[in-house]
């Protein structure tokens, strides 16, 4: 595929704080370079303050990508949502077109290719879902459609805490899932304060964070013969379908 193929450049990027973990620039980059379009840009805007998302909006941008910890404070900041992403409470992807700010969310579609990618054929019934942030609530829905039951696991008191998850609690959930970023590069020495001894063979655990490949939550679980996977797959994927909407009719 080469450059004729698209008729507009981009002014993509991604907001966060921090952002010095992300991979979303060096992946553009090499993604502008494969299909030869050199007028375009993917730039990090880490911000302290959710707010500063109006400076980026006016300089022109035409997409940006959205990670921890504004993917649910930037809704405000947008004029319309695509029904999945209302659904959800979560917007990782806006796509701005004639000055109108859409928020979409593309993390349910690489959380669930990903997932099912890991569990195959496993009948999981319940799951553990780490975390009560913007990424959780994508990955409660894809659970939802799955016909998975779920209970969250969090320091905020409406959720079950991590102190009240007992070896008995791992054993009846075969699925746990971290969307927090307890692990993550370079605080690699952290994971979830979870009874790890109550993890068999039988499970299968999950990590959104893909840096490292390998964080201490994954290591404890494949010390205990657990089936393991990082964000990278998903990561992979909502990129590529953030690039779709980004690109929708103008090709």
Request: charged share 20%.
């Amino acid at each position: 595929m080469n450059k004729s193929n698209y008729n507009m450049s981009h002014k993509l990027g991604l907001i966060g704080y921090p952002l010095s973990h992300s991979f979303s620039p060096s992946y553009f980059a090499e993604k502008f370079a494969q299909l030869n379009i050199y007028d375009s840009e993917y730039l990090a805007y880490s911000i302290d303050d959710i707010s500063k998302i109006n400076t980026i909006f006016e300089s022109g941008v035409t997409g940006l990508n959205v990670t921890i910890p504004y993917k649910e404070q930037v809704i405000q900041f947008l004029d319309e949502l695509s029904d999945e992403a209302a659904q959800i409470g979560a917007v990782n992807t806006i796509k701005i077109e004639n000055g109108r700010k859409v928020g979409y969310n593309t993390d349910v579609y690489g959380f669930q290719a990903s997932l099912l990618e890991q569990i195959g054929e496993a009948n999981i019934e319940r799951a553990l879902i780490l975390g009560s942030g913007g990424a959780s609530k994508a990955v409660k829905f894809v659970l939802r459609n799955l016909g998975i039951e779920f209970k969250i696991v969090s320091r905020k008191e409406q959720y079950l805490t991590y102190s009240n998850v007992n070896k008995e609690i791992i054993q009846n959930h075969k699925l746990i899932i971290n969307t927090t970023p307890l692990g993550m590069y370079p605080n690699v020495d952290n994971c979830p304060a979870l009874p790890y001894e109550g993890l068999s063979e039988y499970h299968f655990l999950y990590d959104l964070v893909y840096n490292p490949e390998k964080t201490l939550f994954l290591k404890k679980g494949e010390a205990s013969g657990a089936s393991i996977k990082n964000g990278n797959d998903m990561l992979i994927l909502q990129a590529e379908k953030s690039w779709e909407i980004w690109n929708e009719n103008s090709k």
